[in-house]
């Protein structure tokens, strides 16, 4: 580790704004006449020719397949019908796929466009990708835009028209992706152990947020504001123990990451790039939002929601239900933690990326509230006497985590 207590890794940042849609020579306008939420094209194509496809014909396959497609959709469609009809194998197919959007359900887009934002990428993943893009590039246009590249008197008659039929037009369609080298940073911190030291258990809370969008700081107080906190007082107790000659067996891993909201990103890159060997990893435990309560615990006792305990490892499991049992005695809500969790809280933070390698992970996590991903997510409103109890129950596992005399066992399948 000669970078210190850093683990730089290298991302791509992609401002937005990369594609430009142009009818003969005249750009059309973002937002209004055209919108799409993901880039994916890159490249310049001239489209002279589109397939028109309904939506509610998707399944029968027209005869050849377009690279260039028109989608109509029905005018009663929702946005929750959106997506089970761009997974048609017909649109996935094709580069292009331009959807003309029922006015309501265009307005509905526009809210979810971020003009500002900027998707990253790991720099070394980057690498692996071909320039081929990942997957259509989905052009939202309106009905007016429709009659702007094809014709009022075409546009209209556009129902008429048998599915898979063809359409004149002539667009200019250029992706250009602006494209910003960014170094990024883990921060690490190991206290050995002593007598198993050789094995570790690693501790995660991310330590970035959202930043300044339109001119608004996100604070991020319980995203992850808590979990970082939470992380830096277990490392002192843990420091301090061992300065007092009462060490941990097994060695610890302090470990607050960075690129979290971006996409796991900071996680990502350690568990592809370990400084200590992965199969010496006991557990992971990982921290994101411990500061708040959820509408669901409005009232009633001290909680937290553990996710993840019981996938890999039934000892891990046990020992968290032990270290609060005999040391915290807050509530322990697994509500998350079923399979079938429609909000997969246990794909969404950074112990996923130590899951997917086999190693066994908790997710503490108290919940969303309506400060969430919202510049009001203020230290003010952080409830310190539960922050104070679930960071003790965390630091409890690790303890015993560490200093028990049999590593963990892991027995379930991995997927
Ligand atoms: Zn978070």
Known sequence: MDEGYYQPYRLVEERKGSISVQYKGRTLEFLNEVLYLTEEFTGSVSVKELQVLRANALRQKPKSAANHILLQLAADVAMTDLR?????????????????????????????????GSRMRLADEMAN???????????????????????????????????????????????????????????????????KKDEHVIITAHYDHIGVEGGVVYNGADDDGSGTVALMEIAEALALAKAEGYGPRRSILIMPVSGEEKGLLGSRFYSDHPVLPLEKAV??????????????????????YVIGSDRLSSDLHAVNEAANK?????????????????????????????????????????????????????????????????????FHTAWELANREDRIRIDKPTK
């Open 129 to 195: 990708h071909a320039s081929k893009p990942n997957g259509s590039q989905i052009l939202f246009i309106t009905q007016t835009t429709l009659e702007k590249i094809a014709g009022a008197k075409k546009a209209k008659g556009l129902h008429a028209m048998p599915n898979g039929s063809r359409l004149k037009t002539k667009m200019l369609i250029t992706g250009k992706p602006k494209m910003k080298e960014v170094i990024a940073e883990n921060v690490l911190a190991y206290i050995e152990g002593s007598d």
């Open 283 to 304: 557990a992971n435990l990982n921290i994101d939002m411990i500061g708040r309560t959820d509408s669901a615990h409005a009232e009633g006792p001290p909680y937290v």
């Open 326 to 394: 005999d040391n915290v005695g807050i509530e322990l809500d697994y509500a998350f933690n079923a399979a079938d969790d429609p909000n997969r809280f246990y794909y969404r933070s950074d112990h996923y990326n130590f899951a997917r390698k086999g190693i066994p992970c908790i997710f503490y996590f108290s919940g969303v509230h309506e400060d969430y991903h919202q510049p009001g997510d203020d230290v003010e409103k952080i409830r310190f006497d539960l922050l104070e109890r679930r960071t003790r129950l965390v």
């Open 84 to 116: 089970p009809i761009l997974e048609q194998e017909a649109v996935r197919s094709a580069d292009i796929v331009l959807v003309v959007a029922p006015d309501q359900l265009f307005e509905q887009l526009q809210v979810f466009v971020h003009p500002e």
